[in-house]
DNA sequence: GCTAAATGTTGAT
DNA sequence: TCAACCTTTAGCT
């Protein structure tokens, strides 16, 4: 279940689990036979992630690629692992740990001009130290495409999906309709400063949390209620008890609180 | 057992 | 704008 924070999370995870030493790779289901031959025996150097995009870097200029699309998963455990069952598409085995790749969008191995040609396609990530917001706001700032949209486009700010984009709109009181045009600068910083801090609790947790905690139901674990309008059409706003409502917007549903959020 | 939906992207129209 | 694609799971029957 894959947003920014996930493949960050597994960045480090897997740099914890094979870093310095051989794997091996095999691909029980036969689609990655060949790439896993590349990899098979090689030393991971270190691992990467941009937006949403995981990387491996191997001895020798051979990288892993991987994007989970929207399906796909890792699962870990301990070495020796488990006989393969299911569609398994990449197994990564280390000395004491294993991962298993099911239903990626792509799992690829690829070398540094490729990697420099992905990592082109994509606007700052708010993970990464590295990134400037300024790039994303020029786009923003400029684009008649409403902000709903600019937060799913992964040109301009890499790593936002489906929950962070409304759920983060919800946070800032801006309905998902209002045009980049129309946002004002302090209100972008905002927006940045605010993804950064969602995304990072969600590296540390794992999961995606973005309501407050007076905001949940009484007694209520934050897994209970753990956003305020992502997949909750209909139900009553937790701030204010309108409905919630949703529309397509990118080719994707997008949740708000039309009184918090007001046109 | 079947169907629909799901935190996504790409390439064709 | 739309369909295709990758796979699992929840909610039906």
Not at 77 to 104: C, F, H, K, N, Q
Not at 206 to 219: A, C, K, L, Q
Not at 226 to 253: H, I, K, N, S, W
């Amino acid at each position: 279940m894959p947003e920014g924070h996930t493949i960050h999370r597994l960045a480090a995870q897997h740099k914890d689990m094979f870093a310095g030493a051989a794997v091996r790779a095999t691909s029980p289901q036969g689609r990655f036979a060949q790439g896993a031959a590349l990899l098979d025996g090689r030393v991971l150097e270190g691992t990467d992630a941009h937006g949403k995009h995981l990387f491996h870097r191997y001895a020798g200029d051979v990288w892993l690629h991987v994007h989970l699309g929207l399906y796909g998963a890792f699962s870990h455990g301990g070495a020796p692992p488990p006989e393969p069952r299911g569609a398994l598409r990449l197994r990564l085995v280390g000395e004491t740990t294993y991962a298993d790749l099911r239903g990626p969008t792509a799992c690829e191995v690829i070398e540094t001009p490729r990697r420099t040609v992905l990592l082109a396609r994509l606007g700052p990530d708010p993970l990464r130290a590295d990134a400037d917001p300024v790039v994303a706001w020029r786009r923003v700032s400029r684009s008649p495409a409403p902000l709903g949209a600019l937060l799913l486009n992964q040109q301009v700010l890499s790593g936002i999906g489906n929950v962070y984009r409304s759920e983060v709109l919800f946070r800032a009181g801006i309905a998902p309709h209002r045009p980049g045009r129309e946002l004002a600068a302090a209100e972008w910083d905002a927006l940045w400063t605010d993804l950064r801090r969602l995304l990072r609790a969600g590296v540390r947790s794992g999961r995606i949390v973005t309501t407050r905690p007076e905001d949940r139901r009484r007694g209520r674990a934050a897994a209970a209620d753990r956003c305020y309008v992502y997949r909750r059409v209909g139900e009553p706003c937790r701030r204010c008890g309108t409905p919630v409502r949703a529309q397509l917007m990118a080719a994707r549903t997008v949740s708000w609180c039309p009184h918090c959020q007001p046109r």
